[in-house]
């Protein structure tokens, strides 16, 4: 049985009060980590006061990006070792958003993902399609390629502990969620992957999320799909009352 993980991904949203407001006011409410990894990833100036905050509790705090160097002339970056360094647990790495914005290849996700597990970070790897892409029908393919290209050099054990998230491109901000069926074969898809690629053991270890539009109205039935592990969220992450329901959705999934 594959432990649910709900991420959150705050993005480049809330002031330094609206996020210490928001530990506050879930710190007490957080399921039973037995039941549900719960983690929120937070803008990189704000994640030393974040891990402090959250010590005692059931919430792990993540970075949104890092560079693959760990030191190194490059300005403006942050390094895994730094990330490491204050105690930060999880890293998304190769966002739809870096890639299309930051020009983020699937050769420097790769490079990140090694970095992450050298420095003891487990990398939330992203893939995904656009609406030219699925509508082409070229989803599966395209979501084969990143991540093959992302776990490139790993081991079976290494790969069973990382976490992947299939976020189709269109469904995120939109309001536009994937039917949970298709987002089910997608993340089937990745899957089969990790198999064709690890083994039967790999693939029935590694936990898939799935992200684009989750709100509370809509992750049940995502959770009740067989390949559907967990949820990356963006907008309803945001709020206190909507990440908890997330939460409480995933611990009685
Ligand atoms: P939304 O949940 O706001 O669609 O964002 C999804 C996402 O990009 C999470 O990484």
Redesign the pocket.
Known sequence: MRKPII?G?W?MYKSFDEAIDFIDAIRNALPDKDKVDAVV?APAIYLPALVVETEETALAIGAQNMHFENEGAFTGEISPAMLAGINVDYV?LG???RREMFNETDQAVNKKVRAALTNGIVPII?CGETLEEREAGSTAQKVAGQITAALAGFTAEEVAHMVL?Y?PIW?????KTATADDANETCGAIRSVVEELFGTETAAEVRIQY?????PENIVELLSKEHIDG???????LQADSYLKLLEAAANA
């Not at 949820?231 to 992450?237: E, H, I, T």
């Open positions: 991420a991904n993005k990833c998304i966002h739809s958003e992203c998230a976020e469904a995120i901000g939109t309001g992200g684009g539009s989750v709100k949820a990356l969220v963006g907008g309803a992450s």
